[in-house]
């Protein structure tokens, strides 16, 4: 008989385990004696990218808990720009197979293919007319 497997919950904020797997793929966080403002910190950010990721809402409306919108979404973006959510991918995808495992023999894509409604527009060509019989206006 099989293994009983975990149940895995959302993950709405990175637990603490999983943190301490993913924090040394993040960058290196700038040096706390720069001028400018204090960096919000990488988890922070990191759980305001998955609140909209979760959610789909706009980058202005993350709650304030998680730093600014814009922060979070120039963080996102170098982020993306570095390769960094594949790397974090790829590490999430180990963790999974080991908590629940992945049959990686078995893939399998999903698409549809629908015709457009009522075929789509179809060019009719307008019948020419004679010329009009009736008077332009009043004279």
Request: overall charge positive; aromatic content about 10%.
């Amino acid at each position: 008989m099989a293994a009983k497997k975990k149940r895995l919950g959302t993950i709405w904020r990175i637990p603490d385990d999983l943190w301490r797997e993913l924090e040394p793929l993040l960058p290196a966080p700038r040096s706390a004696g720069l001028p400018g403002r204090p960096q919000v910190p990488f988890r922070k950010v990191l759980d305001g990218i998955l609140y909209v990721l979760r959610t789909g809402c706009q980058w202005k409306a993350v709650p304030k808990e998680f730093g600014s919108g814009s922060t979070c979404h120039k963080r996102f973006q170098e982020w993306e720009q570095a390769g960094l959510f594949e790397q974090l991918w790829e590490k999430l995808l180990g963790r999974y197979d080991e908590l629940r495992g992945i049959q990686w023999r078995f893939q399998s894509l999903d698409s549809a293919i629908v015709k457009a409604p009522l075929g789509g527009r179809r060019r009719v060509r307008t019948p020419r007319t004679g010329a009009n019989p009736a008077p332009r206006g009043t004279s």
